[in-house]
T-cell receptor, first 113, second 114 residues
Framework: AQTVTQSQPEMSVQEAETVTLSCTYDTSENNYYLFWYKQPPSRQMILVIRQEAYKQQNATENRFSVNFQKAAKSFSLKISDSQLGDTAMYFCAFIENGYALNFGKGTSLLVTP | EAQVTQNPRYLITVTGKKLTVTCSQNMNHEYMSWYRQDPGLGLRQIYYSMNVEVTDKGDVPEGYKVSRKEKRNFPLILESPSPNQTSLYFC?????????????FGAGTRLSVL
């Protein structure tokens, strides 16, 4: 069963604008870890941001930030001041038990000039 | 430089011809894993290893084997490849501590089985 849902298969945003990618997940655990990975055309998997579920403060990494809503099991990624190099597939993932990453199906983001 | 190295990056083979994709990490990570990525399906775990000589099945292990004889290496073996194993494969590694479980990925191996 799919436990990570990314409801937006494709999105586009203009350069310098802000875009939010959605992610919901399902778990019965109280402590877990959430991730956003970026996969550019080179196919490399690059960690964008990480959130620990027991931390209430939303993680930020430069232009990337998350909106973590634990009760709603929601973990959206906001990209501010979008750049052409942000064009990529973005995967939401989490680890509940063990160390296996459960991935969503991805959102393809296109940044246009 | 800390990295996960996969070889080969691209491979075209024929049905039934045994092949091995190598994976090596230089970060002294205990945990290593193999994923396959298929369009519309995201990444799915094939096998994982929590340490030397400790391996276990992931979500899609059929048709694959692995071994972990050394901490740094975790090869993926396809004894008799079939066309449905055409995919993009990733090796990943991390520390085996919950607070240090960021997984680092190799560059990927694109496999085509004809």
């Amino acid at each position: 069963a799919q436990t990570v849902t990314q409801s937006q298969p494709e999105m586009s945003v203009q350069e310098a604008e802000t875009v939010t990618l959605s992610c919901t997940y399902d778990t019965s655990e109280n402590n877990y870890y959430l991730f956003w990975y970026k996969q550019p055309p080179s196919r490399q998997m690059i960690l964008v941001i990480r959130q620990e579920a027991y931390k209430q403060q939303n993680a930020t990494e430069n232009r990337f930030s998350v909106n973590f809503q634990k009760a709603a099991k929601s973990f959206s990624l906001k990209i501010s001041d979008s750049q052409l190099g942000d064009t990529a597939m973005y995967f939401c993932a989490f680890i509940e038990n063990g160390y296996a990453l459960n991935f969503g199906k991805g959102t393809s983001l296109l940044v246009t000039p | 430089e800390a990295q996960v190295t996969q070889n080969p990056r691209y491979l075209i083979t024929v049905t039934g011809k045994k092949l091995t994709v190598t994976c090596s990490q230089n970060m002294n990570h205990e945990y290593m894993s193999w994923y396959r990525q298929d369009p519309g399906l995201g990444l799915r775990q094939i096998y994982y290893s929590m340490n030397v000589e400790v391996t276990d099945k992931g979500d899609v292990p059929e048709g694959y084997k692995v071994s972990r004889k050394e901490k740094r290496n975790f090869p993926l073996i396809l004894e008799s490849p079939s066309p449905n194993q055409t995919s993009l494969y990733f090796c990943a590694s991390s520390f085996y501590q919950r607070g240090r479980n960021i997984q680092y990925f190799g560059a990927g191996t694109r496999l085509s089985v004809l």
